[in-house]
């Protein structure tokens, strides 16, 4: 999918998990986070990650649960007393607390793995393609700092393998230099040749260097956009007036977002192969905004209760409306847009 598409499903995902607390809301989103990771390719750029999401998922409900109960001392349906005076810790701890523990814990689980399927469905260009071009150089810089970690770990990969054809074996640190010392001297020769390929393609060169002077007005744009909003701040927080809040705000937005335009004018981008349009992105948008509807537009009918349920005082089953169960279900936008682009195939 276009990255654009895939911005607008991970705001629904945050806007979704973080604008609920019933437990059978947060089960449903997470289900079809996992679906949305289960069906997508993984990208052969990324690095394989060194433990399943899933899993930690599980280890932060857990650890959520455990934190609330024993911390918060709260409900009526007790299972057991810890005695004594140990600060947050004596007290009844109650099957409400251990259940509104978990309850956070499912949101932040699934705030993860919403940040990880956004991260692993992406190629790493598009991540740094993000990157507003006033910002060329940190783009630059990024682009660098996130290939550096693959190519040392497949440098290292083949370094250990050379070794162990020739009868080493990782036995203590002692067997730990054959494996350093040519990984060392690899990366600086990488970095020679960076080095050297930045110069001749003109990297920081003079000439940008003499254009800086143009730069005084879209950097002057940007301060006085930064001041303004400042000002509209506390202005908003002072409670003094809202609409001339409001105007400061919203000069200083529009003031920010001329100075980034016009400093990336001097920075054209140009992609081999740029990313296209599709009917499965538009339908991805619009199951996007379904969801962002569903979460945070009023239903008729559906009070906050609905929402942000709470166990509190005493444990009962938390309501569920079939129109927000509907609309959680535009979660699997990425999913049934890639099957509708490969059937269209």
């Given at each position: 999918m276009h990255t654009w598409a895939w911005l607008?499903?991970?705001?629904?995902?945050?806007?979704?998990?973080?604008?609920?607390?019933?437990?059978?809301?947060?089960?449903?989103?997470l289900t079809c986070l996992a679906l949305v990771g289960v069906g997508q390719p993984r990208d052969e750029s990324h690095l394989p990650s060194p433990f399943s999401p899933w899993k930690f998922g599980l280890v932060l409900v857990g650890l959520a649960a455990g934190f609330n109960a024993l911390t918060s001392h709260y409900g009526e349906s007790i299972l057991f007393t810890i005695p004594g005076k140990l600060p947050l810790l004596s007290g009844a701890v109650t099957l409400e607390a251990l259940l509104y523990g978990a309850t956070n814990g499912l949101a932040l689980a699934g705030l993860l793995g919403a940040f990880w399927i956004f991260a692993r469905a992406l190629p790493v260009r598009a991540l740094i393609g993000l990157i507003p071009r006033a910002f060329y150089p940190l783009a630059t810089v990024t682009a660098i700092a996130v290939t550096y970690l693959p190519a040392t770990l497949r440098q290292f990969q083949q370094i250990r393998e050379a070794q162990a054809v020739r009868g080493h074996a990782l036995r203590g640190l002692r067997d730990w230099p054959p494996l350093f010392m040519p990984l060392l001297?690899?990366?600086?020769?990488?970095?020679?040749?960076?080095?050297?390929?930045?110069?001749?393609?003109?990297?920081?060169?003079?000439?940008?260097?003499?254009?800086?002077?143009?730069?005084?007005a879209p950097r002057l744009a940007l301060l006085a956009g930064l001041l303004l909003l400042g000002a509209g701040w506390m202005v908003l927080l002072g409670g003094w007036s809202k609409p001339a809040s409001g105007l400061m705000l919203g000069g200083g937005a529009g003031l920010i977002l001329a100075g980034l335009w016009a400093l990336g004018r001097r920075y054209p981008r140009s992609s081999y192969r740029p990313p296209r349009?599709?009917?499965?992105?538009?339908?991805?948008?619009?199951e996007a905004l379904?969801?962002?509807?569903v979460t945070l537009l009023p239903l008729p009918g559906l009070g906050a209760e609905?929402?942000?349920?709470?166990?509190?005082?005493?444990l009962a089953l938390p309501p569920f409306d079939w129109r927000v169960g509907v609309g959680l279900?535009?979660?699997?936008?990425?999913?049934?847009?890639?099957g509708r682009s490969e059937s269209a195939k």
């Amino acid at each position: 999918m276009h990255t654009w598409a895939w911005l607008a499903w991970l705001a629904s995902a945050l806007a979704a998990l973080s604008a609920t607390r019933n437990p059978l809301y947060l089960l449903l989103g997470l289900t079809c986070l996992a679906l949305v990771g289960v069906g997508q390719p993984r990208d052969e750029s990324h690095l394989p990650s060194p433990f399943s999401p899933w899993k930690f998922g599980l280890v932060l409900v857990g650890l959520a649960a455990g934190f609330n109960a024993l911390t918060s001392h709260y409900g009526e349906s007790i299972l057991f007393t810890i005695p004594g005076k140990l600060p947050l810790l004596s007290g009844a701890v109650t099957l409400e607390a251990l259940l509104y523990g978990a309850t956070n814990g499912l949101a932040l689980a699934g705030l993860l793995g919403a940040f990880w399927i956004f991260a692993r469905a992406l190629p790493v260009r598009a991540l740094i393609g993000l990157i507003p071009r006033a910002f060329y150089p940190l783009a630059t810089v990024t682009a660098i700092a996130v290939t550096y970690l693959p190519a040392t770990l497949r440098q290292f990969q083949q370094i250990r393998e050379a070794q162990a054809v020739r009868g080493h074996a990782l036995r203590g640190l002692r067997d730990w230099p054959p494996l350093f010392m040519p990984l060392l001297v690899g990366g600086l020769e990488r970095a020679m040749q960076l080095a050297e390929a930045m110069t001749a393609r003109g990297f920081a060169s003079l000439g940008e260097q003499a254009g800086l002077h143009r730069q005084t007005a879209p950097r002057l744009a940007l301060l006085a956009g930064l001041l303004l909003l400042g000002a509209g701040w506390m202005v908003l927080l002072g409670g003094w007036s809202k609409p001339a809040s409001g105007l400061m705000l919203g000069g200083g937005a529009g003031l920010i977002l001329a100075g980034l335009w016009a400093l990336g004018r001097r920075y054209p981008r140009s992609s081999y192969r740029p990313p296209r349009w599709r009917g499965s992105d538009t339908l991805c948008v619009a199951e996007a905004l379904l969801v962002l509807g569903v979460t945070l537009l009023p239903l008729p009918g559906l009070g906050a209760e609905g929402l942000w349920y709470t166990p509190y005082p005493k444990l009962a089953l938390p309501p569920f409306d079939w129109r927000v169960g509907v609309g959680l279900l535009g979660l699997l936008g990425p999913l049934l847009g890639q099957g509708r682009s490969e059937s269209a195939k």
